[in-house]
């Protein structure tokens, strides 16, 4: 799994070097939970569309979301996924060499 996620982010960084016109917006979760009104603003402006302040509180549309996600999508935007990774860095011991390259170009750290 590891190699396989490094081969797609592999492949994207490709595709955004030889195809100067690829619109793409990277967006990283700590930093939407982190400034989520800023990324907000820059993720609707990427695909041209106004701000709505309503897009800050999502978790107040009355619309029933019939996905999965449906709990999480009612609920306000959280942090508590931040360094969820942590409990589990001894078992992906064996491919933190793999995939420490990735995590720094994605401007992630690895803490222990």
């Not at 999502?58 to 709990?71: L, V």
């Amino acid at each position: 799994i590891a190699r396989h996620y490094v081969l797609i982010a592999d492949l994207i960084a490709h595709y955004r070097a030889e195809i100067p016109a690829l619109r793409y917006l990277p967006l990283r979760y700590e930093d939407m939970v982190t400034d989520q009104e800023a990324k907000v603003r820059e993720a609707l402006g990427f695909i041209g569309a106004e701000f709505d302040p309503r897009c800050l509180s999502f978790e107040k549309n009355t619309r029933y979301a019939r996905t999965a996600s449906y709990a999480q999508v009612t609920e306000k935007l959280y942090d508590r996924s931040k360094y969820r990774y942590k409990p589990y860095l001894k078992n992906l011991k064996p491919v933190l060499d793999l995939l420490s390259p990735l995590c720094a170009r994605l401007g992630y750290d690895i803490e222990a």
